[in-house]
């Protein structure tokens, strides 16, 4: 996966980040379906974190590059080893210390990295399990490796913002010191946003206090007031953030104009009947397969087009690229038809709309196998 051709090819800022996050996505679909075959910390190196340390652009098979198993003699220790060390002009900038795939990464799991953060050049320590990695550095003691990682990336769940975050750290972006300044930056926001979680469940009296003075007038802060407005300060925080999150869902799930069916003209085929027009139960049905494929796919990437006898879910508005079909023309039943790799049909009941999500890792991995290269025997044109 040529990291190289998303980040240097294009002159296009957007363009070039869609082409890093087309690859984290490829890659997030190809561990979601293998993670739970991956048994070992040796397979999980080689079936997550080695393609991961790929994906940032750097040649795993280069022992310049990347070298599995660095040597980091510590005091008495001789020998011990670190997993993988990035290396940049001859030293390291990066060490991996692996767990195998879904293991616990507390920091008593990291003392590995503590050590040999200390007896090298390295600026950043990560400790992954294939699915997770924790970025550190050290930002409070020069040369002694923070016990709290300023960034954490989950390959299987994440948003835009943190494949941005991760971009940072790829071959063909890496500065040091922009990667520093960010630390900084993410190490801070994560307190504060860990402190503010922390005040929404239980808020505190001398923040309560302060957003409820106005309203006092200069009363007492009575127990009786301040358990009134502990309650009242609990509530509008989750109301807040309620709001919030019906904000974003509600603008994820509307259909953006260009991926559904236009209206027919008049003198078409289909001015005279409504056969091909999406039901609103259709619609509704669309805005959760967008929903559902959201993780490995752009919304702008699935689109809606009627037919007389079912509604096509396609990959990118392509006919030959199907990720599902809606058969709900017989209103008596709901059946969608999902696509499997080889392109055949599996028609599945639907008891009502909730159900698509029962098929959330089928739809994925439909979507997924379109985003792969295309094999070039099969690109040779006669």
């Known amino acids: 996966m040529g990291l190289s051709r998303g980040i240097d090819s294009s002159e296009n800022g957007e363009e070039e980040k869609m082409d890093f996050i087309d690859e984290v996505r490829t890659l997030a679909a190809r561990i979601a379906t293998a993670k739970d075959m991956v048994q070992t910390e040796e397979a999980t190196k080689n079936a997550m974190v080695m393609p991961f340390i790929h994906l940032l652009g750097y ?42 795939s879904g293991g616990d990464l507390n920091i008593n799991h990291a003392s590995q990295l503590f050590r040999y953060f200390h007896v090298t050049e390295a600026r950043f320590g990560v400790l992954t399990n294939g699915l997770v990695y924790r970025f550190f550095t ?42 520093l300044t960010t630390a900084n930056h993410l ?21 309560v206090r302060l957003v409820s003075a106005e309203f006092l007038a200069g009363k007492h802060f009575r127990t009786t007031v301040k ?13 807040l953030v309620a709001d919030k999150i019906n904000g974003r869902l509600k603008g994820a799930m509307t259909p953006e104009p260009a991926l559904l069916p236009a209206a ?18 259709e619609v509704e049905a669309f805005q959760i397969i967008r929903a559902i494929l959201r993780p490995v796919i752009s919304p702008r990437m699935v689109a809606m087009r009627g037919a007389a006898s079912y509604c096509a879910i396609l990959f990118d508005d392509n006919n030959r690229k199907p990720i599902c079909r809606l058969r709900f023309k017989n209103e008596s039943r709901l059946v969608i038809g999902v696509f499997d790799d080889k392109k055949e049909e599996d028609r599945v009941h639907l008891e009502n709309l909730d159900a698509i999500f029962e098929l959330s890792d089928r739809l994925k991995a439909c979507a997924s196998s379109y985003t792969k290269p295309a094999r070039e025997d099969e690109s040779a044109v006669a």
């Open 138 to 179: 050290d930002l409070e003691q020069p040369n002694k490796m923070d016990e709290k990682p300023f960034f954490e990336f989950n390959i299987v769940d994440f948003r835009d913002q943190d494949v941005d975050e991760l971009k940072k750290f790829a071959k063909a972006a890496f500065d040091l010191e922009n990667i």
């Open 59 to 100: 040649n795993v098979f280069d022992p310049l590059e990347v070298t599995p198993e660095l040597i980091a003699d510590v005091g008495t220790k001789k020998g011990e080893k670190v997993d993988y060390a990035i290396l940049k002009d001859g030293k390291p900038i990066m060490l991996f210390e692996c767990k195998k």
């Open 264 to 281: 027919p003209q008049a003198g078409s085929d289909t001015a005279s009947g409504d056969a091909s027009e999406p039901t609103a139960i």
């Open 187 to 207: 190490k801070y926001t994560r307190a504060i946003k860990n402190t503010l979680n922390e005040w929404m469940a239980e808020p505190p009296e001398e923040f």
């Open 227 to 239: 358990d009134q407005f502990t309650q009242i300060t609990k509530h509008a925080f989750q109301q």
